[in-house]
């Protein structure tokens, strides 16, 4: 008899340690809903099962979600899952209590996730016969008053995306309802995740001055071959410019981020390409500026500093030794861009190690000198309490301001810019 082998992943039953968390909390990953009302409408499609995930991710923003659900819709999903995942009771009926105006208590944003065939035709063409319907109806009339947003997530099966729906898609588009990009895999019209819902709510209840704001921005370290194969690459993964591209994303601003190649990925519902390599980078840096018109640049990539003189063709034999790479300098894209596009408004990044505090913030005020509009210091010894990392934002004209926390980083850059629109 084979003796069976302990699992060292096996669980010591030992119970979840405490939480201040209540049963119905979420945990905040944001504060861009927060004071927002939202709707969820949720039509009769499968994809209702996920509802009650997408309110709690709504929630996580700080938004107060209010349910209307149909009555096909209920057949996927339960009212009591929705009410514990909302916090609020579900609407499935009209009372004389109007549930479809809302006058004394407005939505900021509706969302119809998931959105049923049957459901946006009948918005597109004034159909108002049931809960949903009928409260859809009322919302247009708020959006184009200006008092609400409308976000449609469609949902179905590849054989009803006919003609039919693709111009009631475009009717609702022409008058201001946003329709949000389905998830297509397998040959239907799948719902995208919670996170890209909710970064679609997010943009729209915004309210920031960087709402639609174009903001090019690099992350992520640029890889230099040695060979076909091998390649040298910094220990920075990008995780810093992608969180600035989400920060400045949920407030509403047309971010592109240019990420250099290591193994973290942004989210897909961000405006993203990926730099392979260091020469890559350069050449795509220089495309996407010569192209597109940016307001402002935010450059926090990690750029290589020095390239094998020589690339080695095909793969060197493994085994062997190699006695030495000579190493050259790689050319500073910051200083092309700088010479380029004079007019851009630029955030670099300065990393150092074995240097105090005082000499950090000289060499940044250095930089301030060859008309960067604020530049980001930090130094591998400074981090907070916690052990987050810690960053100063330095400007022309005020103290150095100190940024703890990638998240925080992110939002103190996202501040200053919009300190700085009109």
Known sequence: MQERKENTMDWDFSAPPLSGMGDHDVPAEGTHLEGKRVALMITGGIASIKAPFIARALRRQGARVFVYASEEALRYTTVDALEWSSNNPVVTRLTSAAEHICDADPFDVYLVAPATYNTINKMAFGVADGLLSTTLASAIGRMERGQSSILVAPTMHGTMHNSILTESMKRLHAIGVRIIPPRQDYGKNNIPDERALVAEVCRAASSSKLKGVKIFLTGGPTPVPIDNVR?????????????????????????????????????????????????????????????????????????????????????????????????????????????????????????????????????????????????????????????????????????????????GIAKGIADFIESLIP
């Open 231 to 407: 390649r040298i690459v910094n220990r920075f993964r990008g995780k810093l410019g992608v969180e600035i591209a989400k920060e400045l994303h949920l407030r509403g601003a047309d971010v592109r981020l240019l990420h250099g190649d290591g193994a973290y990925r942004p989210p897909k519902y961000l405006d993203y390409k990926v730099a392979r390599t260091y020469d890559e980078y350069r050449t795509m840096v220089n495309k996407e500026l010569t192209d597109n018109s940016y307001q402002f640049g935010i450059f926090s990539a990690a750029v290589a500093d020095y390239r094998p003189a020589v690339v080695a063709e095909g793969k060197i034999p493994s085994g062997g030794a190699i006695n030495s790479i000579e190493l050259v300098s790689t050319v500073k894209v910051i200083n092309e861009v700088r010479e380029k596009w004079p007019d851009l408004k630029m955030i670099t990044f300065k990393y150092q190690e074995r240097l105090s505090h005082e000499e950090l913030m000289a060499i940044a005020k250095k930089r301030l000198a060859t008309g960067d509009l604020a530049v980001v210091a930090n130094r591998g010894e400074e981090s907070s309490l916690k052990g987050d990392q810690t960053a100063w934002l330095v400007t022309p004209d005020n103290e150095p301001k100190e940024l703890v926390s990638k998240s």
